[in-house]
């Protein structure tokens, strides 16, 4: 009982876009022509903390968010290519066990790596 | 309704959003622009209802690739006074080289029309037939990226350790 | 034609439902919170403050709109945009009742049944970050930049542990349909029975992911002043506190469809009511599981305080990864065993 969808299936998901879109220029168009306008230069400037702000907020940050982004792109793909494995794996494991063998290497490999990672303590947190 | 005023409507947007990226004076246009692009080039997926292509193509390039690229931009200082200046020299071999990798692209798809047409109905690229293929005729590839993400995954910890003396 | 039309209405009809539910959600959560900390809440505006929420959504309207001199224009316009946007478009697989049938023909209760549907919901959840990221970083301010950057970090971890809980529930549905995977949970077969730690994994990273507390450090006042919306007004501001209560509402719904049955109930066939009578009293029941859900949401926020930024990456890396790799590995074994391949 594979279902099978069409490109048509997807047609809505644009409609719902389109009516996201519309209602957010809607809402910011309505709010920019009714909210008041007086505008003075202390006003506009960036608020921070209360008090006046220092220098520009370009600044460089920790490595360790930089770290984290890297590796969540690598585990992402790996948890993305699990997908087709999991939706046939209620049929495959009727089978036999070689299904899962083939996701323990994989997964196998995955856990070698994570540990690796919180070995080397790149997720550690100072 | 013309049959392929989708395709037509998606390849205007991808062509224009790809130009915006290189055009846009500011880095993180750019970045978003590109999200725009992978977005309509997910749509095209779509429309050969190649599922799973369109889901990978959003959630890895869409959802994480290109978070990585905007750490990146933020991550690098990016006052405008640092920005250096390139010469025409530099822009000149800039073009060369993205003209040869134009031509590499195109010279590619050469040999393509002979390739038998899937029709749009066809169920090639559900995720459960995709799946059949990788885990039964492509094993051993598929086992082997794992490992090349491994090996990704220790350079990625030697480049963000800190340096110990 | 009358399929566009169709499919048309139901997208409004989600998309103002999903507005009027996260509009009386900030009512709720402020009656929760005045009835956990024994005060007596918003009562002004009609009776028992039920116009709180107009008030509110006029008083957004009507304030001034201030763009900081430094920050991005078009950025920081497109921030608050894009959270609203990816809060609303998640509604559109979300089966919301059986169906009914009138005159011979059968109407599903869904905008739309796409056999990608999981994956549909991972990627709007993925492009949910640069709502954050982009309004953080277009304001030029460095606390906004600060919680921008770690609202980022902890959604992406927390969104592969939720990647991971969702592998382990597909190994036993065999369909990434949502609307398969509820007619599958029929009666009582509930996939929380299945799932017991996948469902604890699945609503912990469900919070991470709306940022509400104990992981909202992104706004953690006493740290970064107001978080990446520190220098919003009007209705920008609007938008990110109100994209927040409509992705709650979400993953309620993804919750009780995915792990607690859906629109489905026990019993539902001893009760000899007709096909479209149960089919509206499930849709009722799912909205009573899904006001459940938020209210646990709001329960949870009033009771549990903030966790510290290393201790929220610790938990997202070093417990919940690991931990759905453990489901992962204990669905398959219990699924083996199920279809007699294992012998103990």
Known sequence: ?126 | ?165 | MEFFLIKLVLVLIVFLVSLGVAAYSTYAERKIAAFLQDRVGPDRAGPFGILQPLADGLKMFMKEEIIPTHADKFLFILGPCIMMMTASMTGVIIPWGHGLEINGTFYPVQITDINIGILYVFGVVSIGVYGIMIGGWASNNKYSLMGAIRASSQMISYELAMGMAIIALIMTTGTLSVREIVEQQHGIHWNIFTQPLGVIIFIICAFAECNRTPFDLPECETELVGGYHTEYSSMKLGFYLFAEYINMFISSAIISSLYFGGYNFPFIDQLGLSPNMLSMLGTLIFFGKIFFFIFFFMWVRWTIPRFRYDQLMHLGWRVMIPLAIVNILGTGVYVLFKNGQLHF
Not at chain 1, 77 to 92: D, G, K, Q, S
Not at chain 2, 113 to 133: C, F, Q
């Open chain 1, 1 to 126: 009982m594979v279902l099978l969808s069409t490109p048509v299936d997807y047609l809505p998901i644009a409609m719902m876009f389109v009516v996201a879109i519309g209602f957010v220029l809607f809402v910011m168009f309505a709010t920019h022509w009714m909210g008041p306008k007086h505008k003075s230069k202390v006003k506009l400037e960036a608020f921070e903390c209360g008090i006046e702000s220092k220098g520009n907020s370009r600044l460089p940050f920790s490595i360790k968010y930089f770290l984290i982004a890297i590796l969540f792109v690598l585990f992402d793909v790996e948890v993305i290519f699990m997908y087709p494995w999991a939706v046939n794996f209620a049929e495959w494991s009727k089978h036999g066990l070689a299904a899962f063998g083939e996701m323990l290497v994989f997964l196998g490999l995955l856990v070698f790596g994570l540990i690796y990672i919180i070995r080397k303590g790149a997720l550690k947190w100072e």
């Open chain 2, 1 to 165: 309704m013309n049959p392929s005023l989708p395709f037509f409507v998606l390849a205007t947007l991808s062509v224009f959003s790809a130009l915006m990226v290189v055009l846009s004076r500011k880095p993180v246009h750019s970045v978003l622009y590109l999200i725009f692009c992978f977005f309509t080039i997910g749509g095209h997926y779509l429309l050969l209802n190649a599922q799973f292509l369109f889901a990978v193509h959003i959630i890895v390039y869409a959802g994480a690739i290109m978070v990585l690229f905007l750490f990146t931009l933020m991550f690098i200082n990016m006052n405008k006074e640092l920005e250096p200046h390139k010469s025409n020299l530099l822009k000149g071999a800039a073009t060369i080289a993205a003209g040869c990798l134009l031509l590499v692209l195109v010279a590619a798809t050469k040999g393509a029309e002979t390739l038998p047409a899937i029709s749009k109905t066809s169920d090639i690229g559900t995720v459960s037939n995709l799946g059949k293929a990788l885990y039964g005729q492509y094993l051993l590839p598929f086992e082997l990226i794992s490992i090349l993400l491994l090996t990704a995954m220790v350079g990625a910890v030697m480049l963000g350790k800190k340096d110990v003396e």
